[in-house]
């Protein structure tokens, strides 16, 4: 038997047992080629939008951050000065603590798999009883009857996984054990999350001033919002995000795995790291793209619906409707994304070919029921959650507590602060774990496509693995 190769890496199949199963299809390497480039041309153009929209029209919103007087002075005089300079400075200074939080909450769970995931089962469950709890107090009886229900399937839910947790655990550990040794990964999940945070920078900038330019005032009269001036402006910040965590995701799979089959190339600047972003940035760079693309026109839609909802614009049952319809197909849409570009990292597979590729490979092994016990998400969750929550106080204490936003012509600038606080503090933190949720994923594909590999290279990992594996999905064997 030919042996398979992986990046680059001669695989013996003869020694796995899974590839004497008729059904059992196993990814090959790809030729060396630029994968979907139109969408490679697509993100690329992207980037250069929001750079190009801060230059034109984040002229004013400059000025006032680099004290340009006269800028200030014509701007009181015209009546237009809002005095956001402020709201810059809070940015910078969450954004900078919520990248330190995120290291730490990275090594609190590379300490405690096994107490996160059942902390993190308890809390989604609690937050629905919570939810009812609240809807109740406050007279919404239908929203409540709809948290309770939904807080009895969590609890059945919680009961029927809960012997699941170690095969969780051990899947934890060993994609935490893989970005260990490979530290690497955390160097370039912060500079993802820096790069994240200068999109987001150079985006307000340029979206500030296309509002102000579309409302002199600084206030859009009612009923003359421009929705489709709101839709391309959330829609290049959300296909940026998208763009930067996929490329991330695909980075970190195929370092583990070369970590998984060629453990040898550890190390914290190894080849595998560097493979692995020159891959990513070139010929899989399109195929990253095209599945951003699809969740960041979905994403774009559902604030588009939620704007028109909370101005009024749409009935409001309709509007909650669109959002709802809107909301399931992103997350199935995310849900396929996270395993296809898992494949795109190991074998280079275009976005189509690899999403087929690798449902068709746990369809085979009888693994559908693995993949929909995603466990680990709640880990990923609770910590963001966590990190978001403590910086939006962190941002409500600068507001009450310094100067930063004394001049702040907005009211209730405290609690914009807190939002603004928590949505960068959610979006950072999750950018920064996703490394791990791409090595948990990518583990479970090789879990599937090469134990032997595994078991040859970390026994100790494959016979916890296994064993978990067996206790938690005796009919998968």
């Given amino acids: 038997m030919q042996p398979v190769v992986v990046q680059g890496t001669a695989i013996d199949t003869s020694a796995d047992s899974a590839s004497h199963d008729p059904n059992f299809v196993r990814g090959e390497v790809q030729p060396k080629q630029c994968r979907d480039p139109f969408f490679a041309l697509l993100g690329v153009a992207n980037f250069i939008a929001v750079a190009v929209i801060a230059i034109i029209f984040g002229r004013g919103t400059i000025d006032s951050l680099i004290g340009d007087d006269e800028a200030v002075e014509k701007d009181i005089e015209e009546g237009t000065d809002v005095k956001l300079g402020g709201f810059f400075v809070l940015l910078g200074i969450v954004g900078g603590i919520s990248v330190v939080v995120s290291g730490l909450m990275f090594l609190i769970m590379m300490a405690i798999p096994t107490i996160l995931i059942k902390l993190s089962l308890i809390a989604v469950v609690a937050i629905t009883g919570l939810a009812a709890v609240v809807s109740f ?48 990964c955390i160097i370039l999940s912060f500079l993802f999350v820096i790069l994240s945070f200068a999109l987001t920078f150079v985006w307000a900038i340029g979206t500030m001033g296309v509002f102000e330019k579309s409302c002199p005032d600084g206030v859009c009269d009612e009923g003359k919002q421009n929705y489709g ?3 391309v402006m959330v829609f290049i910040l959300f296909f940026g995000h998208q763009i930067i965590q996929n490329t991330l995701h695909v980075c970190i799979a195929g370092v583990v795995g070369s970590w998984w089959l060629e453990p ?15 891959r990513a940035l070139t010929t899989s760079f399109g195929s990253i793209c095209f ?145 791990v949720s791409s090595a948990v994923n990518a583990v479970i594909v090789l879990f599937a496509e090469a134990p032997s590999e595994f078991e040859s290279n970390y026994p100790e990992l494959s016979t916890e693995m296994r064993a978990a594996w067996i206790g938690a999905y005796p009919d998968a064997m």
């Fill in 291 to 435: 599945g951003s693309l699809i969740v960041a026109i979905i994403q774009a839609l559902r604030a588009l619906a939620n704007e028109a909802r909370s101005n009024g614009d749409v009935n409001p049952i309709l509007g909650c409707l669109v959002e709802c319809i809107l909301s399931c197909i992103e997350g199935i849409v995310e849900y396929f994304n996270k395993w296809a570009f898992i494949y795109v990292g190991l074998y280079g597979y275009g976005y189509m070919e690899a999403g087929k590729n690798v449902i068709t490979l746990f369809k085979n092994r009888g693994w559908d029921t693995i993949i929909a016990d995603d466990l680990v998400s709640n880990v990923f969750f609770l910590l963001s959650l966590v990190t978001g929550l403590l910086m939006g106080g962190i941002g409500y204490a600068i507001a009450i507590g310094t100067d930063v936003l004394k001049d702040a012509d907005v009211p209730s600038k405290e609690w914009i602060s807190f939002g603004i606080s928590l949505v960068l503090g959610l979006l950072l933190c999750s950018i920064f774990l996703s490394s």
């Fill in 137 to 184: 107090i406050y007279g919404q009886l239908i929203l409540g009857i709809v948290n309770l229900v939904f807080f009895a399937i969590g609890m059945c839910y919680a009961r029927a996984v809960w012997n699941r947790i170690p095969f969780a655990s051990a899947n934890l550990k060993t994609a935490c054990t893989s970005i260990k040794q490979n530290c690497g």
């Fill in 264 to 278: 040898e190339k550890n190390g914290c600047c190894g080849s595998s790291i560097l493979g692995g972003v020159t």
């Fill in 229 to 231: 001036l709101y839709f």
